[in-house]
């Protein structure tokens, strides 16, 4: 078995291509196959180097690998000319002289008759004479295919028998005025000639799978088998794009998803293992892969899913590889953070993070005094009695041991004495710590910080935030 993924090198890897490159993947390592990589590079004007760099990192981050190297499609581009001829030769297309002019107004009048338009077949029967006459004019010519009559059947792996009818398929054009081949024909002689025995792509092709099906028959090729997998959809349930937000593999990696979430969520959007599993590994997903459960209908991209899932992969991964990953979302203000210190950190945090961004951004505390306390927390637990309380703490703090059982059983020793609930102690020291109401462990955290800091910022606290009136 062998498959492709041929991604336009027009724009970014969206997270469709990517849902359809990962599909590709897990059916051929599933089953022992090639997983080959094609750039569709045909369409000059739009497509770029800096995007097909951008498509194969977004596959290299989501640690999808390719057999050989990937084959550019407009390096084969006289292979592509030469079969468009073959099929002129043997009476399979033909050429077509009509003007842009006469067919968009033929277009037009079938339009404003609130009818389809489709080419009327006006040069399929030219005579030799007819056509040498045009040629010697130089008029201006396209190779058009020559649509058989009947249907075009195919057995699609994820919509079983799929059949259309020929008389809605009007005769495509091939070969371009200026001699160069179009995708239609360029795919087809590429599969065969790459020895493509299955074809996986997004429904959005399907319309053009019944032309390329005449085309392999027309060029005595093999037909390979198609897949055609369900789009995915925003919450809106229309055609994810950018007025969802966030829709390429970049974007996602950038704001600090893990790629073995991305590939985890990717996968399940159309296809389940057949249980109740949601956290996959990339092998697990290998070994658990069976094409015949991609479902039918379209997929809904629900981001807060992929955040959950973000945090549950982020709490499965080894501390050593995640600080590693961390280090690569350090903001500029935080520079000066060092490995050790970030190391001390972690375990505190690993719990508490969604996306990687989360460790700095929800933890800067623990490298910068805070600047500012919440308003609501200061309402809410800054009351009467405890600047008397830390006053009291403080010589105590100065002098224990430093460590989460020994500091526990200090504060809340000083809470009793004082004749107040636990809670109420330790929430203003929060406060004071971090200038926020949430936080790991007070103990545990007040360890990491160090018994300076932490006496340091308790007196910045006592001195900063008034005492709300009861």
Not at 46 to 65: F, H, N, V
Not at 89 to 97: K, L, P, R, S, T
Not at 128 to 145: C, I, K, T, W, Y
């Amino acid at each position: 078995m062998i498959v492709r993924f041929a991604p336009s090198p027009t724009g970014y890897l969206h997270v469709g291509g990517a849902r359809t490159a990962i599909f590709n993947w897990l059916y051929t390592r599933s089953s022992q196959g090639k997983f080959l990589l094609r750039i569709e590079d045909t369409d000059r004007e739009r497509s770029s180097e800096e995007m097909t760099r951008e498509i194969l990192g977004g596959l290299r981050w989501l640690g999808i690998d390719w057999d050989g190297e990937p084959l550019i499609q407009s390096s084969r581009i006289a292979r592509h000319t030469e079969e468009c001829h073959r099929l002129l030769a043997e009476g399979n297309a033909f050429w077509c002289y009509c003007t842009t002019e006469d067919l968009d107004a033929q277009r037009g009048t079938a339009e404003a008759a609130g009818g389809a338009f489709l080419y009327p077949g006006t040069c399929r029967h030219l005579t030799d004479e007819q056509r040498s006459a045009n040629d010697a004019a130089g008029m201006p010519r396209v190779l058009r295919f020559r649509v058989p009559e009947g249907r075009t059947v195919f057995n699609d792996i994820v919509h079983d028998e799929t059949s259309f009818s020929n008389t809605e398929i009007d005769d495509f054009v091939i070969l371009r005025s200026d001699g160069t081949p179009t995708y239609m024909v360029a795919v087809v002689v590429d599969d065969h000639d790459m020895g493509v025995t299955h074809v996986l792509r997004g429904d959005d092709h399907l319309s053009n799978t019944p032309k390329q099906v005449m085309l392999y028959h027309g060029l005595g090729y093999e037909t390979p088998q198609f897949g055609h997998l369900p789009l995915i959809l925003g919450e809106d349930k229309k055609r994810l794009s950018k007025r969802h937000g966030a829709t390429s593999v970049g974007e996602f990696q950038q704001r600090g998803y893990l790629p073995e979430a991305m590939f985890n969520f990717l996968a399940l959007l159309g296809w389940s293992p057949g249980d109740d599993r949601e956290i996959l590994t990339r092998d697990e997903l290998v070994a658990s892969f069976d094409i015949r459960r991609v479902l039918k209908k379209s997929s809904v991209f629900d981001e807060e899913k992929l955040r959950w899932m973000n945090g549950q992969h982020i709490r499965l991964m080894d501390d050593g590889e995640l600080l590693r990953r961390l280090l690569r979302h350090r903001p500029d203000d935080l520079v000066d953070v060092d490995e050790a210190q970030m190391r001390a950190v972690l375990p505190l945090m690993k719990e508490r993070m969604v996306l990687l961004p989360d460790f700095f951004e929800n933890g800067r505390y623990f490298w910068r005094d805070p600047e500012e306390y919440d308003t609501d927390g200061v309402n809410k637990r800054w009351k009467a009695g405890i600047p008397e309380l830390l006053t009291d703490l403080l010589p105590l703090l100065e002098s224990c041991d430093f460590t989460p059982e020994a500091l526990e059983t200090l504060i809340r020793e000083s809470a009793e004495q004082k004749g107040m609930g636990a809670g109420k102690v330790i929430h203003p020291i929060r406060l004071a710590l971090t200038g926020a109401t949430a936080s790991p462990s007070l103990f545990d955290m007040m360890t990491v910080l160090g018994r300076e800091t932490c006496l340091r910022r308790l007196r910045r606290a006592m001195a900063q935030i008034p005492v709300p009136e009861s």
